[in-house]
């Protein structure tokens, strides 16, 4: 049987350490990948940043459409985008009218 002494101890720790590193690092990950722009209305000196960003031609916006009509859908179509498609492309012009917008 293996003596007691300072070598379980410091394996125990190194785990223990380890094991919070990676939880550090999972959670700083997470983080910096979700919401990347959800909070910038809320958070002044972000959406300042942007605006100047945006004013300086810095910034390029790529969107696409979320839920268009396909031919044999049998769904009601407005310029080629359902219901849903339509309130989500309204949906994001007013949050980039807020959001770009001189107030």
Same mark, same amino acid.
């Given at each position: #049987?293996?003596?007691?002494?300072?070598?379980? !101890?410091?394996?125990?720790? $190194? +785990?223990?350490?380890?094991? !919070?590193?990676?939880?550090?690092? &999972?959670?700083?990950?997470? %983080?910096?990948? +979700? &919401? $990347? /722009?959800?909070?910038?209305?809320?958070?002044?000196? $972000?959406?300042?940043?942007?605006?100047? #960003?945006?004013?300086?031609?810095? +910034? =390029?916006? !790529? #969107?696409?459409?979320?839920? %268009? /009509?396909?031919?044999?859908?049998?769904?009601? /179509?407005?310029d080629g985008l359902?219901?849903? &498609?339509? =309130?989500?492309?309204?949906? +994001? &012009?007013?949050? #980039?009218?807020?959001?770009? $917008?001189?107030?």
């Amino acid at each position: #049987m293996a003596k007691s002494g300072r070598f379980p !101890l410091l394996y125990w720790t $190194s +785990i223990g350490l380890l094991v !919070l590193m990676l939880a550090f690092t &999972g959670w700083w990950w997470y %983080r910096s990948t +979700i &919401g $990347s /722009c959800d909070n910038l209305l809320d958070d002044p000196v $972000s959406r300042a940043h942007v605006q100047r #960003m945006w004013q300086a031609g810095r +910034i =390029t916006v !790529l #969107m696409r459409h979320t839920d %268009r /009509c396909r031919d044999g859908d049998g769904q009601h /179509c407005v310029d080629g985008l359902t219901a849903k &498609g339509e =309130t989500d492309a309204k949906a +994001i &012009g007013a949050g #980039m009218k807020r959001l770009f $917008s001189d107030n």
